[in-house]
């Protein structure tokens, strides 16, 4: 599926009379083009962020304490948003079983609710199965929120070393996932 249209492709969809319409369409074609070919994103990955309607926001001050990225995700979301471990496992495509493992460990690890303040939060779409849940983390404050390792590593209370790792492993995998999809 090619997203960017050419000017003169406008007469087919019905936007020669319509302006704004047009106007929006060449944008959301700009946009796409540039996401493909600067931040390596597929056309599966920007219909999915264009089509969700994201109301699950992870705070990022979730990923700062003892417990695992992926411990912290899944109770985050079992607790703060009351879903079953088969919800979570649809919205960020780990295995049911892992993520009720990982919530088990969390729970007996951190018994307490999350004391969440205002900061940076994150969409859940960014979790996928591709990469590791700190660096799709990782990945997105980067590209997304332009933030800078040593910003990043404070927020997540981690050394700055981990978190160009994580980047760096993050990049590799889209470049390897670029190429097979080839």
């Known amino acids: 599926m090619e997203f960017i249209r050419k000017r003169e492709d406008f007469g087919a969809f019905g936007l020669e009379d319509n302006a704004e319409e047009k106007f929006l369409v060449d944008m959301f074609s700009k ?84 004391q969440i303040s205002n900061g940076v939060s994150v969409p859940v779409s960014i979790f996928t199965p591709e990469r590791s849940v700190l660096e799709s983390l990782v990945n997105y404050l980067k590209d997304v929120k332009r933030m800078r390792n040593k910003q990043i590593a404070q927020l997540l209370n981690k050394n700055s070393a981990n978190v160009w790792t994580a980047y760096h492993r993050a990049k590799k995998k889209m470049i390897k996932d670029k190429e097979i999809r080839k």
């Not at 994201?54 to 003892?66: E, H, L, R, S, W």
């Not at 411990?71 to 079992?78: N, S």
């Not at 088969?86 to 493992?101: E, F, P, Y």
């Open 31 to 114: 946009i796409s083009g540039r996401l493909k070919h600067k931040y390596s994103y597929s056309d599966e990955e920007i219909m999915k962020m264009w089509n969700s309607h994201d109301t699950f926001q992870v705070p990022v001050a979730i990923f700062a304490g003892k417990l695992s990225p992926a411990e912290a995700l899944a109770k985050f979301l079992k607790e703060n948003y009351n879903l079953g471990f088969r919800d979570i496992s649809g919205l960020i495509g780990r295995g049911k079983s892992s993520i009720w493992s990982n919530y088990k460990r969390a729970a007996k690890k951190m018994p307490w609710p999350f």
